[in-house]
């Protein structure tokens, strides 16, 4: 970069949820944003391209100059991605869905753009994690969220007892993710390993008409199982005591 320019801006930019209209969660001013934009850095081009058309974007979108960043780049192309950032250039950030940059791999263009030196700003928008906790009603001064937990049914087990212990002593509310089509597994795993008065949140397709939101203890959930199959999910896990007493 030159000494005499000024570097461009980063925009994280939110996506919607699955189908829900971009009119109903995101603010008018963050599409503004995506439709002045000549750049951007997204997981996958083609529902890059979606997005922007579903937002109104105003010019033909083989305008837009899309570059690729997901969990296969090479790390030693992250800086490479800043090219148009450096030169002066806005760019915005994009993931496959909700907040770019959280459980997403553009959290490494993020990190490598504060080396550079470039401005990032964060845009308003739909995050299936904190919209889940909010929804809970379990500890929100309190959490973590841990991504994607093991596949392997054993190593899974031993992550999800590591995990309510880790409430039990911090209380503190634990979150996570699955893929969809592993949900149903992902919830008899947790009725078969966490104590029975343990609290679960199953928070599904957020932002969406069939969205559904139910915490109750292991016990209830024993007694009423649910599928979830091929349906998003957030996972939220509280064995702690604080405001939850007199569960």
Request: with cysteine; hydrophobic share 45%; aromatic share 6%.
């Amino acid at each position: 970069m030159s000494a005499n320019l000024a570097p461009g801006t980063l925009y994280l930019l939110p996506t919607g949820l699955g189908e829900s209209a971009l009119a109903d969660v995101l603010p008018e001013p963050v599409l503004a944003t995506a439709g002045r934009l000549l750049h951007f850095i997204a997981e996958n081009p083609k529902s890059a391209r979606a997005f922007l058309k579903q937002a109104g974007y105003p010019r033909p979108l083989a305008e837009a100059a899309i570059t690729t960043l997901d969990k296969n780049t090479p790390a030693t192309a992250i800086t490479g991605l800043l090219e148009p950032l450096l030169r002066g250039f806005d760019a915005g950030l994009l993931s496959e869905a909700g907040c770019p940059a959280v459980a997403d791999p553009g959290a490494l263009l993020v990190r490598a753009a504060h080396r550079a030196g470039i401005p990032v700003v964060p845009l308003v928008g739909p995050s299936s994690i904190l919209l889940a906790l909010m929804a809970s009603g379990l500890n929100g001064q309190r959490f973590a969220f841990h991504g994607y937990l093991p596949v392997d049914n054993a190593a899974r087990t031993g992550r999800l007892r590591e995990l309510e212990r880790r409430s039990r002593q911090d209380d503190a509310t634990q979150i996570f993710i699955e893929t969809p089509y592993r949900n149903d597994t992902m919830l008899r795993a947790l009725l078969d390993s966490c104590a029975t008065d343990t609290l679960l949140c199953i928070a599904t397709d957020l932002t969406q008409p069939s969205a559904q939101v139910r915490t109750q203890r292991i016990s209830d959930w024993r007694k009423n199982p649910v599928s979830i199959d091929r349906r998003p999910s957030v996972f939220l896990v509280y064995a702690g005591t604080g405001l939850w007493e007199t569960r």
